[in-house]
């Protein structure tokens, strides 16, 4: 990333997505880096002391209902990977990449998207429909919760979920790396070695044949 010159960005935000918080500390030291804890599980609460253990070391990832908690320590929530496919698309959404975006930013207030498609994200962010306090004719709305499925028969509801889990400090501290260990290469003396040992043999060859040669003459008579 160095070589890449990543680290001297003064326009663009480098963020560093990880889910070990051992990792993310290695780039600590780099002021143009912005670290993102990605919180993999669903959580449904988030308590202080692992909130806290998350700004350690990075910045949580999350779409649930905790986005407001964490903001409340001053972290930031970003929300990832977001699609223009048809299939990836929730139908809670109504399949439409603009009203997903919308949902997750001026719905949840969501610091930012990533995205495998930032021409889509640009054009809504460009947008003056994008600003619900614009007080525009047609402003890009976000979905409300649960629409869509209050209007499914009770056929195709799906059953009531468990609570999700509360986040734990065990789901945000990573045990530390192991040591890189040191390669061992070959001493110039085992090399040296082998040539000398090619050379003798070469020699004792050599001699052998020799002697073959001159015990053909002398049964020859001469």
Known sequence: MSNATFDKQSTQE???LFDDTSVLSKFQGVPMY????????????????????????????????????????????FVQVLRNEFISLTFDY????TIEI????????LNGVMTEYPATASRYFRNP?????????Y???PIEPGSLVNILSKQLQLEAR???????PAEVIDPPLPAVPKITTT??????????????????????LVAIVLLSLLSMGY
Do not use: W
């Not at 993102?36 to 990832?61: M, R, S």
């Not at 919308?102 to 207030?109: I, M, P, R």
């Not at 468990?162 to 734990?168: E, F, K, M, R, V």
């Open 14 to 16: 480098v963020l560093i």
């Open 34 to 77: 912005k670290m993102v804890l990605l919180l993999k599980n669903d959580i449904g609460d988030a308590p202080k002391q692992p909130v806290e253990e998350i700004k350690n070391d990075g910045f949580a990832l999350s779409t649930t209902k905790v986005v407001q908690e964490l903001q409340n320590a001053s972290l930031s929530v």
């Open 94 to 97: 109504y399949a439409d990449p």
């Open 102 to 109: 919308a949902t997750y930013t001026t719905g949840l207030h």
């Open 129 to 137: 429909c994008s600003d619900p306090n614009a007080n525009l004719q």
């Open 139 to 141: 402003p890009i709305l």
């Open 162 to 168: 468990a609570p999700s889990q509360s986040l734990t």
């Open 187 to 208: 001493t110039p003396e085992a090399s040296a070695t082998t040539s000398n040992g090619v050379a003798r043999v070469a020699n004792t060859s050599l001699s052998s």
